[in-house]
């Protein structure tokens, strides 16, 4: 996902699309293997919320009214984020692809997500249903993502790998030692 995200051909294909509306990305990768946050729809909604702000700062009055009331009149607010709070920047900013900016949203292991993971293909699909949006995701081939995406252009990483897989698979496999004297070389 990664190299897909950074490289130079994505962006310019992304760019043909935008057009003459700014090309805004976010990326957010869910990892199982971390922190319960780190595969949560909270994380996924604060990491491409910060994207959006920091590329376009302006629109943080709007994502937050009742945040930037508060900051103006007694400063910082340090209150947690609600996840309603969240919900509601995060749809505001998708609603203003289109016609603020084109968004594309890199998504890697979308089997990692802990919460439903058909409700959020749903929340995906809408996203690019109702809005102009693109969406780049990743995940391993469950049925749940394949009854989601296997319509739309998509690629087997595996099969592109699977020369490469076997080469290294077989070097290795050539050089041990029990490996050679299971096929009478030693």
């Known amino acids: 996902m990664k190299f897909l995200r950074c490289d130079s051909r994505t962006r310019e294909h992304l760019s043909a699309w935008s057009g ?11 990892w199982n293997s971390g922190s319960q946050v780190q595969n949560s729809l909270e994380r996924f909604y604060r990491t ?8 376009r700062m302006s629109f943080t009055p709007d994502a937050f009214p009742d945040r930037w009331a508060n900051a103006k009149l007694f ?23 289109g016609t603020a900016y084109k968004l594309c949203l890199f998504i890697d292991g979308l089997d990692e997500y802990e ?15 109702a809005h102009d949006i693109k969406l ?17 252009a ?5 099969d592109l790998t699977l020369p490469d897989i076997v080469r290294f698979t077989w070097s290795k496999l ?11 070389m030693e």
């Open 154 to 158: 998509h690629l087997m990483l595996q």
């Open 115 to 129: 919460g439903n993971q058909r409700v959020f293909v749903d929340q995906l699909s809408d996203l690019t249903a």
């Open 20 to 30: 003459d509306l700014p090309l805004l990305t976010a990326h957010f990768y869910f």
């Open 136 to 152: 780049c995701v990743a995940s391993r081939p469950w049925p749940v993502f394949e009854d989601a995406f296997s319509t739309d």
């Open 48 to 55: 491409v919320i910060y994207t959006l702000l920091f590329a």
């Open 75 to 97: 400063g910082e607010d340090r209150r947690d984020w609600s996840m309603s709070e969240l919900e509601q920047a995060f749809a505001l900013l998708i609603n203003r692809s």
């Open 174 to 184: 050539h050089n041990h030692r029990g490996f050679k004297i299971l096929l009478g």
